[in-house]
T-cell receptor
Framework: EAGVTQFPSHSVIEKGQTVTLRCDPISGHDNLYWYRRVMGKEIKFLLHFVKESKQDESGMPNNRFLAERTGGTYSTLKVQPAELEDSGVYFC???????????FGPGTRLTVT | AQTVTQSQPEMSVQEAETVTLSCTYDTSESDYYLFWYKQPPSRQMILVIRQEAYKQQNATENRFSVNFQKAAKSFSLKISDSQLGDAAMYFCAYKFNSGAGSYQLTFGKGTKLSVIP
């Protein structure tokens, strides 16, 4: 069984540009989570999808971040326009049910210059 | 707000020895879950061990065990017979029902464990 995959593994963009991160959860996992770790800080929750619906987006930092999960399969996280403070590692996780273990992807390292 | 504190940014242990990683948390909830995740260099984060707050018995997974002190809000991880493959960043995490039907994880900053051959 394939694990959670994320693309790209690393992205370097200039301030003001747009970047889209993609996450493919484990097949059959209805729950998909986005987290972010800024350098030297804790891993922070961004949002949670149940199928295609946003269950909880309380961690989204501002309206420059847009997450989608069309069809309840893969998810994208778009940052537009990117700012320097958006640099960090973005993790995606999925779980079969909210009470079950969250399986993490390898992360996307975003560098905004 | 719920917080998780890992007071040891870095730790080292001799191969075959035992090491304990510390974690404390702050919560007013009575029903929650605690986890230790491991992230080896350039690899995915994986779950090492989990503990349900309502269970008094400490969780154990092979060489990994926890010391869960609910009243003290402490959740330390003990690694016995350390192996080179245990070298990784270890994250302590807490999960609860945020009230929005979302069981988000709250993480500590992590402890980088080095294993000395």
């Amino acid at each position: 069984e394939a694990g959670v995959t994320q693309f790209p593994s690393h992205s370097v963009i200039e301030k003001g540009q747009t970047v889209t991160l993609r996450c493919d959860p484990i097949s059959g996992h209805d729950n998909l989570y986005w987290y972010r770790r800024v350098m030297g800080k804790e891993i922070k929750f961004l949002l949670h999808f149940v199928k295609e619906s946003k269950q909880d987006e309380s961690g989204m930092p501002n309206n420059r971040f847009l997450a989608e999960r069309t069809g309840g399969t893969y998810s994208t996280l778009k940052v537009q326009p990117a700012e320097l403070e958006d640099s960090g590692v973005y993790f995606c996780a999925s779980s079969q049910a909210v009470m079950r273990e969250q399986y993490f992807g390898p992360g996307t390292r975003l560098t905004v210059t | 707000a719920q917080t998780v504190t890992q007071s040891q940014p870095e730790m080292s242990v001799q191969e075959a020895e035992t090491v304990t990683l510390s974690c404390t948390y702050d919560t007013s909830e009575s029903d929650y879950y605690l986890f230790w995740y491991k992230q080896p260099p350039s690899r995915q984060m994986i779950l090492v061990i989990r503990q349900e707050a309502y269970k008094q018995q400490n969780a154990t997974e092979n060489r990994f065990s926890v010391n869960f002190q609910k009243a003290a809000k402490s959740f330390s991880l003990k690694i016995s017979d350390s192996q080179l493959g245990d070298a990784a960043m270890y994250f302590c995490a807490y999960k609860f029902n945020s009230g929005a039907g979302s069981y988000q994880l709250t993480f500590g900053k992590g402890t980088k464990l080095s294993v000395i051959p």
